[in-house]
């Protein structure tokens, strides 16, 4: 059984940095396509950032590019996301996501197993 759980979410000035990871475990994370999503309250939910199975092709929404990394260690099956310069527009759920191909995506649709979210709260 396929299991994601995010974690490093929590409160944070503007201008602050936050760490997420997202632990895969019941299959190797070197077969999955990586995303990250993230759910603003009141909106839908919508792409961040992905990574190929690989560490290959990073992609980022117009939103956080040059502001956040995504990365991966397969070695640990975690992928992460480093988030700095914080806005509080930023402030959501972020979810992490796995698409089984080395096809990068970032559609939600074409991601079948989610993590349970971990929300980030940037304050002004």
């Known amino acids: 059984q396929v299991q994601l759980v995010e974690s490093g979410g929590g409160l944070v000035q503007a201008g602050g940095s936050l760490r997420l990871s997202c632990a895969l475990s019941?299959?190797?994370?070197?077969?999955?396509?990586m995303g990250w999503f993230r759910q603003a309250p009141g909106k839908e939910r919508e792409f961040v950032a992905v990574?190929?199975?690989?560490?290959?092709?990073?992609n980022y929404a117009d939103s956080v590019k040059g502001r956040f990394t995504i990365s991966r260690d397969n070695a640990k099956n975690t992928v992460y996301l480093h988030m700095n310069s914080l806005k509080p527009e930023d402030t959501a759920v972020y979810y992490c996501?796995?698409?089984?191909?080395?096809?990068?995506?970032?559609?939600?649709?074409?991601?079948?197993?989610w993590g349970q979210g971990t929300q980030v709260t940037v304050s002004s």
């Open positions: 990574i190929s199975n690989l560490g290959g092709s990073p």
């Open positions: 019941g299959r190797p994370s070197s077969i999955a396509t």
């Open positions: 996501a796995a698409r089984w191909s080395s096809l990068v995506f970032t559609t939600i649709a074409a991601y079948t197993d």
